[in-house]
């Protein structure tokens, strides 16, 4: 059975940072393209970062230069770096495994975490 469970979340300041943590079970997290998504109560899901299997990155723009992912592939953990977190970084944020990425950062999910909420005040 597949799981990723994510832990790390919490209230931060603007310009604060916090790391968040993704176990994955029933998976490696070598083998799948992994990545972070986030979402507002009433919005649409988005991609955030994305690790692909050789451990190419891709970042969303909005957080490039700030958010870093990186995993454990001894321990099959994955994480995400988040500095100078700003109000609009503030989101639940959730643990996702593709089969494939590409060239993208939002891409089709075939497992879900239940979420982290992070929320940052100005």
């Known amino acids: 059975q597949v799981q990723l469970v994510e832990s790390g979340g919490g209230s931060v300041q603007s310009g604060g940072s916090l790391r968040l943590s993704c176990a994955a079970s029933?998976?490696?997290?070598?083998?799948?393209?992994m990545g972070w998504f986030r979402q507002v109560s009433g919005k649409e899901r988005e991609g955030v970062a994305v690790?692909?299997?050789?451990?190419?990155?891709i970042y969303a723009d909005s957080v490039k230069g700030r958010f870093t992912i990186s995993r454990d592939n001894y321990k099959n953990f994955l994480y995400l770096g988040m500095n100078s977190l700003k109000p609009e970084d503030t989101a639940m944020y959730f643990c996702?495994?593709?089969?494939?990425?590409?060239?993208?950062?939002?891409?089709?999910?075939?497992?879900w975490g239940q979420g982290t909420q992070v929320t940052v005040s100005s």
């Open positions: 029933g998976l490696s997290v070598t083998s799948y393209c």
């Open positions: 996702a495994a593709a089969y494939y990425c590409g060239s993208s950062y939002n891409p089709q999910v075939r497992y």
């Open positions: 690790i692909e299997r050789d451990g190419s990155r």
